[in-house]
């Protein structure tokens, strides 16, 4: 079965400092991966989204991530934390594609925290 | 212009009482889904629809009971609502016209649902 693992429930960085969040996913066939971001009593926001071809993927915001196929990982990362990206981010797998729609299996979550 | 707009935001409830959500997205879409978040912040498929037909349906009671008037709109009807429905329920539109799944959702500000 599809599965998203985000290992880090909490991250805290100080402001301007650089960021990674991981996620490793189980899909059998070439996944279709997604970071999303929500923001406290948001709904969720799409920052990148990986489907084929180049594997460092740039999203909004700054973010970008990359797809490593042996490893089965898609992290994201931001060079310069602002405070504004405090929130909680989820990684997704696009499984099961039945009639036009997409199940999105989604990870735990990473909830960030930005000090000042 | 809200893509994709639930309502009500919150919904206070005591248990055993019938409520719905309201969800429409002005995409044009062909695809909407529910998911539900619980209080660890995981988020699961409940429902899709494509062009108001069922083709996802996941492990739910049933007294969850979707419904498609039209394409733009897929509302969520709860029976009976027990204390373990509390959750933040989103809304989600797609569009996947290649049938290849590599387009993103579209959330919805979300439903807190509290029950009594």
């Known amino acids: 079965a599809q599965s998203v693992t985000q290992p880090d429930i909490h991250i805290t960085v100080s402001e301007g400092a650089s960021l990674e969040l991981r996620c490793n996913y189980s899909?059998?066939?070439?996944?279709?991966l997604f970071w999303y971001v929500q923001s406290p009593g948001q709904g969720l926001q799409l920052l990148l989204k990986?489907?084929?071809?180049?594997?460092l993927v740039q999203g909004i915001k700054g973010f970008e991530a990359e797809f490593k196929r042996s490893q089965s990982s898609f992290n994201l990362r931001k060079p310069s934390v602002h405070w504004s990206d405090a929130a909680e981010y989820f990684c997704?797998?696009?499984?099961?594609?039945?009639?036009?729609?997409?199940?999105?299996?989604f990870g735990q979550g990473t909830r960030l925290t930005i000090n000042p | 212009d809200t893509a994709v707009s639930q309502t009500p935001k919150y919904l206070v409830t005591q248990m055993g009482n019938d409520k719905s959500i309201k969800c429409e997205q002005n995409?044009?879409?062909?695809?909407m889904y529910w998911y539900k978040q619980d209080s660890k912040k995981f988020l699961k498929i409940m429902f899709s629809?494509?062009?108001?037909?069922?083709?996802i349906n996941e492990t739910v009671p049933n007294r969850f009971s979707p419904k498609s008037p039209d394409k733009a709109h897929l509302n969520l009807h709860i029976n009976s609502l027990e204390l373990g429905d509390s959750a933040v329920y989103f809304c989600?539109?797609?569009?996947?016209?290649?049938?290849?799944?590599?387009?993103?959702?579209?959330f919805g500000q979300g439903t807190r649902l509290t029950v009594v």
């Open positions: 899909y059998g066939a070439t996944p279709y």
């Open positions: 995409l044009g879409h062909d695809t």
């Open positions: 989600a539109s797609s569009q996947d016209p290649m049938g290849l799944a590599n387009t993103e959702a579209f």
């Open positions: 629809y494509n062009n108001k037909e069922l083709i």
């Open positions: 990986y489907f084929s071809g180049d594997t």
């Open positions: 997704a797998v696009g499984a099961i594609r039945i009639q036009g729609a997409q199940k999105l299996v």
